[in-house]
């Protein structure tokens, strides 16, 4: 039975992990996978991740212009139990809370 399958992350670089797994692993359609701001604003999470952290050499400062303004949420189309199961463990993975819609 077709639904969509919503999760919340933390951080974009979580989210992004969670699509990339869908895509290579499980050969989730790009086309069934959606990735938007909990809110209105642009966001790139909750938290710092990424390139927003500190960096090694050769520059040590971390940046503070990461737009952290609300949890990234990826939602995905699923055809069956057996997709939804390998959606809701990617997602799982990588820090989301899938729920059904």
Known sequence: MPST???KFDTR???EMAV???VQ??????TDIFVTTDGDENSAGDETA?????AAEPT???RSDAALTGKITVSVDVQDDSSAANVRAAL???G???QAS
């Open 5 to 7: 399958i919503t999760a």
């Open 13 to 15: 670089r979580e989210a």
């Open 20 to 22: 990339e797994r869908l």
């Open 25 to 30: 692993e499980f050969q989730v359609e790009r």
């Open 50 to 54: 990424g390139s927003d952290n500190a």
């Open 60 to 62: 040590t400062e971390s």
């Open 92 to 94: 799982t993975e990588f």
């Open 96 to 98: 989301g809370s899938p």
